[in-house]
């Protein structure tokens, strides 16, 4: 059985949809980052502040690998996560990749002054490039699904839609072969 993994800009609630989504499932869920942490006993900013962004990735690269292996795991990963081929490849083997997305504008929003993301430090501009680079990963997801005016709810509800749409599909295959 494979997992579902949730890619995407930061704010765009790949881990309150990932949670809601896996009880919905009765799956279990993981949160890379909060693996991270877990491995680290440290949090993302202190990592980034004590040991800058490739220890990060690095770290994050082995629990990418070993979440990857699981089965019926809904996996919320970080934004940059997927930019690294490895991680993609380790968790496209075994997953289905859900991208959220949402317009710039609207992140900017639900993110407002709680602010500890290392990356969302920068200037308003530094940020937009970021958000414009990464599109072309984003978009290379089996499934994206476009949050922009979806509560938490509705976007949950869409994957579920997608996933049984899937499951139909897949069981009419399976019938006429
Ligand atoms: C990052 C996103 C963060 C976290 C780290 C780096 C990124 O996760 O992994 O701060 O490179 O976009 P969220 O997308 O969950 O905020």
Known sequence: MRNIVLIGFMGTGKSTVGRRLAQSLAWNFADT???????????VSEIFRR????????????????LSQEEKLVIATGG?????PSNWRALAENGI??????????????????????????TREE????WSERQPYYEKADF??????????????????????????????????
């Open 33 to 43: 980052d909060y693996e991270i942490g877990e491995v680290t006993k440290l949090s």
């Open 51 to 66: 040991h800058g962004e490739t220890r990060f990735r690095s770290e994050e690269r082995i629990v990418v690998e070993r």
């Open 127 to 130: 940020i937009e490039s970021l």
């Open 144 to 177: 994206t699904i476009d949050t922009t005016f979806k509560t938490i709810d509705e976007v949950v509800s869409e994957i579920l839609a997608l996933l049984g749409g899937m499951a139909i599909h897949e069981f009419t295959r399976m019938a006429k072969d």
């Open 97 to 122: 990749i859900i991208s959220l997305y949402a317009t710039l504008e609207v992140i900017l929003n639900r993110i407002g002054h709680r602010n500890d993301r290392p990356l969302l430090r920068n």
């Open 80 to 84: 940059g996560t997927v930019l690294n």
